[in-house]
């Protein structure tokens, strides 16, 4: 993560979940040259697990071993810092070896052991908000974190649950969540939009026609950094592509989304 938080957006973006090299690569050379276009910090996100599946027989990655192996071509490849999410204690140690900032999911966001294992991995962290959490609530996530040691702590926003099939993003959270924890505060704006099971399958579908507007809404609202996964055909992703941005359509929405960062800051320093 940028080493001075709070001086200009950041982007965490890239696919769901580790893919075949070439998709891979594909779209860590485009994040590569959007970073270079737009001037804006880039960090390469894909998981090599997704253990929290609603099915079964959900996509989940290719495992660790695979998985890691397939990200460090990918940093070596484009350049860009690497992140992917973490679900077990065991497994920070060897994810820390290939990941400069490790993620603990959503649903993970009160796990102690795992928690504290990310800090002391000596990696910036990554903790998003659990779909039930409050931003109050979340001060004991970081807490955690901070307790084994991370140099660098950053919660995300990623919608509340409202109902059964939908999330709803409350623009306050973003200074909440920032003075309830002292932390930077990122907006996923691609998993907001999420409308957990209820896919054709069982899964998670998405509106991903929403994710423009929340975006700019959060830009102005105060968020310090965008995640939002991306893939060159959503449609056939394995995993959340009702929820990703076309990756064709990835520049100019994060354009725009720096826009509006900038601009809403001018207006308050005025």
Same mark, same amino acid.
């Given at each position: 993560?940028?080493?001075?938080?709070? %001086?200009?957006?950041?982007?965490?973006?890239? =696919?769901?979940?580790?893919? !075949?090299?070439?998709?891979?690569?594909?779209?860590g050379?485009?994040?590569a040259?959007?970073?270079?276009?737009?001037? @804006?910090?880039?960090?390469?996100?894909?998981?090599? *697990?997704?253990?929290?599946?609603?099915?079964?027989?959900g996509?989940?990655? $290719?495992?660790?071993?695979?998985?890691?192996?397939?990200?460090?071509?990918? &940093?070596?490849? %484009?350049?860009? =810092?690497v992140? %992917?999410?973490?679900?077990?204690?065991a497994?920070?140690?060897? !994810?820390?070896?290939?990941?400069?900032?490790?993620?603990?999911?959503?649903?993970?966001?009160?796990?102690?052991?795992?928690?504290? !294992?990310?800090?002391?991995?000596?990696? =910036?962290?990554?903790?998003?908000?659990?779909?039930?959490?409050? $931003?109050?609530?979340?001060?004991?996530?970081?807490?955690?974190?901070?307790?084994?040691?991370?140099? #660098?702590?950053?919660?995300? #926003?990623?919608?509340?649950?409202?109902?059964?099939?939908?999330?709803?993003? *409350?623009?306050?959270?973003?200074?909440?969540?920032?003075?309830?924890?002292?932390?930077?505060?990122?907006?996923?704006?691609?998993?907001?939009?999420?409308? $957990?099971g209820?896919?054709?399958?069982?899964?998670s579908?998405?509106?991903?026609?929403?994710?423009?507007?929340?975006?700019?809404?959060?830009? !102005?609202?105060?968020?310090?950094?965008?995640?939002? #996964? %991306?893939?060159?055909?959503?449609?056939?992703?394995?995993?959340?592509?009702?929820?990703? @941005?076309?990756?064709?359509?990835?520049?100019?929405? @994060?354009?725009?989304?720096?826009?509006?960062?900038? &601009?809403?800051? #001018?207006?308050?320093?005025?």
């Amino acid at each position: 993560m940028p080493a001075q938080f709070g %001086t200009a957006p950041f982007l965490i973006a890239g =696919p769901c979940v580790v893919e !075949a090299d070439d998709l891979n690569l594909r779209v860590g050379e485009a994040l590569a040259e959007l970073g270079s276009k737009l001037g @804006v910090h880039v960090i390469y996100k894909a998981s090599y *697990d997704k253990a929290n599946r609603s099915r079964l027989k959900g996509a989940r990655g $290719p495992g660790i071993d695979r998985g890691l192996d397939a990200l460090a071509k990918v &940093r070596a490849a %484009t350049g860009l =810092p690497v992140l %992917t999410d973490v679900h077990e204690s065991a497994q920070v140690a060897a !994810a820390a070896q290939v990941a400069d900032v490790l993620q603990i999911p959503a649903f993970l966001c009160r796990q102690t052991d795992l928690l504290v !294992a990310a800090g002391k991995a000596g990696r =910036p962290v990554n903790v998003k908000k659990g779909q039930w959490m409050s $931003p109050a609530g979340m001060r004991g996530a970081v807490e955690k974190v901070r307790a084994g040691g991370a140099p #660098e702590v950053a919660v995300t #926003e990623r919608g509340t649950f409202f109902g059964y099939g939908d999330l709803v993003v *409350d623009m306050r959270n973003f200074g909440r969540l920032r003075a309830a924890c002292g932390a930077p505060v990122i907006f996923d704006a691609t998993h907001s939009v999420q409308q $957990p099971g209820l896919g054709a399958d069982g899964g998670s579908g998405g509106l991903r026609e929403f994710i423009p507007p929340l975006l700019y809404a959060a830009a !102005a609202a105060g968020a310090d950094g965008f995640f939002l #996964e %991306t893939h060159p055909d959503p449609d056939r992703a394995p995993s959340d592509g009702p929820n990703m @941005v076309p990756l064709d359509q990835l520049s100019a929405i @994060v354009g725009v989304a720096l826009d509006v960062w900038q &601009r809403a800051r #001018e207006v308050v320093r005025a």
